[in-house]
């Protein structure tokens, strides 16, 4: 899959075009993955490349900024590094991520799919999802856009609701499914086990030292750790996990997502994974990307009175973590 950052490339312009769909695909759900199932056999049919015109930062950031009232934006599902592999996965051929910024917020519904949509992308066909809303004040809707596409000679479609067991499959879904932590749950709209991905960074160092007395080893609670790079993920606590990309099989653990309240609570949202069985021949992991799925959720984050108190903790979650691996078993991604 291709990555364009903005409109403006000649590889975008020339060419046959492209079969389009316009969103933000946080999640990239089963209700997405419905889409872009249909947008790629468009595209196929028509023999152009299938393309996801997404937005970074989300809209709903950018006007909750601008408003002085950054908490009022959504959740974030996904980082835009998982977001990218979803829609690979699903296999699309171009993505052009287009910054949302006051420019892009104040473009017209009839400059939008002039600039962008026709002279950026040379667009012949655009779905679309039932609520679909462009340009400045959301005043471009479906009939607009259709009549758009007569105009300038591109095909326009939409894709209604999609459902799992009579409930709508939304980003709005997945995100309280998470802040429930229901783990089940969000699994089932994703179609897949809920994961965050990244390079394992640096951190303090501080678990090792922390589960030293406790597990009796060197290593102690020895973590990985991920930066999520979004203030407020939709998920938040503490997590049976499981890790993939540190050998042949993922390996069990428990996971940490949140801002550590007991030694930082500095607002930077980091994910910590202890491995249950870390693998003797890895070394250290620090540059490597890694997936990790976030299973069963144990708790929510938890301030303790002292770093005794955050040993014992830590270790009362390594043992759950370890009861919930005997009785439920390995559990692969989809």
Not at 54 to 82: C, K, Y
Not at 144 to 155: E, K, N, P, V, Y
Not at 175 to 191: E, F, H, K, S
Not at 208 to 228: C, H, K, Q, V, Y
Request: proline letters at 5%; charged letters at 25%.
């Amino acid at each position: 899959m291709l990555i364009f950052r903005g409109v403006h490339h000649r590889e975008l312009a020339d060419g046959a075009g492209c079969a389009l769909t316009i969103g933000n695909f946080d999640g990239v759900h089963r209700g997405h993955q419905a889409m872009l199932a249909l947008l790629t056999n468009e595209a196929r049919h028509r023999g152009v490349p299938s393309c996801v015109l997404t937005f970074e930062p989300h809209p709903r950031d950018h006007f909750a900024v601008l408003a002085g009232r950054a908490d009022a934006a959504p959740p974030r599902i996904a980082t835009l590094r998982d977001k990218l592999a979803e829609l690979r996965r699903c296999g699309i051929d171009r993505t052009v991520v287009l910054r949302f910024d006051r420019r892009l917020a104040a473009l017209p519904p009839e400059a939008f799919v002039d600039d962008v949509l026709v002279r950026g992308l040379k667009a012949r066909y655009v779905l679309v999802g039932d609520d679909f809303r462009f340009g400045a004040r959301r005043a471009g809707d479906y009939a607009l856009l259709d009549a758009s596409g007569a105009r300038h000679g591109f095909d326009v479609a939409r894709m209604m609701s999609y459902e799992v067991h009579g409930l709508r499959v939304s980003s709005s879904a997945v995100r309280q499914a998470l802040a429930d932590g229901d783990m089940a749950q969000a699994a089932a709209l994703l179609g897949r086990p809920y994961a965050i991905s990244g390079h394992v960074v640096h951190g303090r160092k501080l678990g090792r030292a922390l589960g030293e007395s406790a597990a009796g080893t060197g290593d102690g609670f020895r973590t990985l750790n991920l930066r999520f790079g979004h203030p407020r993920p939709a998920a938040g606590g503490i997590f049976v996990a499981q890790v993939h990309g540190l050998g042949d099989a993922p390996l069990p653990g428990v996971a940490s997502l949140g801002v550590r309240p007991t030694v930082e609570d500095a607002g930077r949202v980091l994910l910590e994974v202890h491995c249950l069985a870390w693998p003797p021949a890895l070394g250290e992991a620090y540059g490597r990307v890694v997936q990790v799925e976030l299973l069963h959720k144990l708790h929510d984050e938890r301030r303790y009175a002292s770093i005794d108190a955050l040993r014992e903790g830590i270790a009362a979650d390594v043992a759950e973590a370890r009861r919930w691996w005997a009785g439920a078993g390995p559990r692969h991604s989809q």
